[in-house]
């Protein structure tokens, strides 16, 4: 059995700075709103029709691949987390495969929303520790403003999300203590409705009560995924309970991070770089407090992207990486919780 390690990271962020301000034109919000509750003073919009969540995602595992030392054809596999696909189906996977120009090497999409990244993370360390793969790719990529509500209807989920790209290369490593040390991943899907992007889809209502959710009451075949009442009505968006997913977050998030301490052998103290899903400022500072870690151990960044869900925890490693804060022999832990719910942590011996 090998370790693996990350061996390189790389990501894209789009030009285009869209600030609080400039969602006041749309929506009934304000700068010292959004500032006040999530710490986000400004995110980046990817350019439609130009940009795609898989083109996002191939800049960003390029640079992973270059900062690895290795050429985009050693990947010898692939994995896609996003929420905000190019098609329904078939997944990024192997539309990023196809942007890297290596046909024939497996691609797996995965769908666990902010706890993406760690989820994938973990399948990565599977097929490295057992000596299937020597250079996975994983990928986390968001083109969140490509689906948001811009209505004041929308505004406590819109205001929030930016669009971005964040991608490692896994690769096993003899080196004793070093690599990622441990993962676990959670999930309750009691609570699958509380953050959503529902419709269309062949639920026809079952869990949400029919009424008022748009579906044709009639037995016939075709036409049930999109209704235009679902249009009319703004029901095509993400919904969330924000302070429900708020409270959860700021339970669940020091729970799985001692779990993973606890695993190792390790405390608090012995973190030297949290590196939290950027969900909301407010909930990073909460965990940090919660844990007594100093601001120089944990990187925060969602002031400048807002929250970009599967690219979140790539891109601020990556950014805290490149600011030189994550140093070799350092403990790095990450962290995420989000839709499903899901929620998960892993511990890397930088
Ligand atoms: O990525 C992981 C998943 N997501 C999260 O982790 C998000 C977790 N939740 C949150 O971050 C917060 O709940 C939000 C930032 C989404 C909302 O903040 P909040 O302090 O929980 O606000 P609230 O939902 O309780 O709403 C308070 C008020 C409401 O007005 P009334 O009913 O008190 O008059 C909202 O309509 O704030 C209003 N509001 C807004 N006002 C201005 C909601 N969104 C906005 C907005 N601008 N963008």
């Not at 679902?230 to 669940?252: I, S």
């Not at 960044?301 to 950014?319: H, V």
Request: charged share 20%; aromatic share 10%; glycine share 12%.
């Amino acid at each position: 059995m090998f370790n693996s390690k990350i061996a390189g990271m790389g990501y894209y962020v789009p030009e285009r700075v869209v600030t609080n301000n400039d969602l006041c034109e749309y929506m009934e919000t304000s700068d010292e709103w959004i500032q006040e509750r999530t710490g986000i003073k400004e995110r980046r919009y990817a350019k439609k029709h130009e940009e795609t969540t898989t083109t996002m995602g191939a800049i960003a595992a390029k640079r992973a691949c270059e900062n690895a030392g290795i050429a985009v054809e050693d990947i010898d596999f692939i994995i896609f987390a996003t929420l905000s696909p190019d098609y329904y189906f078939p997944g990024c996977g192997v539309l990023v495969q196809r942007e890297l120009g290596i046909p024939g090497v497996g691609a797996l999409d995965i769908r666990n929303q902010c706890s993406g990244f760690i989820y994938g993370l973990s399948i990565a360390d599977q097929f490295v520790k057992s000596g299937m793969y020597k250079n996975v790719l994983l990928v986390g990529s968001e083109f969140h403003s490509s689906g948001l509500d811009y209505s004041t209807r929308g505004r406590n989920v819109t205001v929030i999300f930016g669009d971005g790209a964040g991608a490692a290369i896994i690769q096993p490593t003899k080196e004793e203590g070093k690599g990622i040390l441990t993962t676990h991943l959670h999930a309750d899907g009691t609570y699958a409705e509380q953050l959503a992007y529902i419709n269309p889809g062949c639920h026809g209502g079952k869990f949400l009560g029919k009424k008022g959710f748009g579906y044709p009451d009639e037995d016939k075949f075709g036409g049930m995924f999109l209704t235009e009442h679902m249009v009319e009505n703004g029901l095509t968006y993400p919904n969330m309970n924000g302070p429900a997913v708020f409270k959860f977050a700021v339970t669940k998030f020091p729970e799985v991070i001692k779990e993973a301490l606890e695993a190792t052998g390790h405390t608090t103290e012995d973190i030297d770089m949290l590196v939290p899903h950027q969900a909301n400022l407010r909930i990073s500072q909460f965990v940090q407090k919660k844990l007594r870690l100093p601001d120089e151990k944990v990187h925060n960044n969602i002031q400048k992207y807002g929250n970009t869900t599967a690219a979140s925890i790539p891109i601020a490693l990556c950014e805290a990486i490149e600011e030189g804060k994550v140093k070799e022999g350092d403990l790095v832990c990450l962290a995420a919780f989000g839709s499903g719910f899901t929620w998960g942590s892993a511990l890397i011996r930088w």
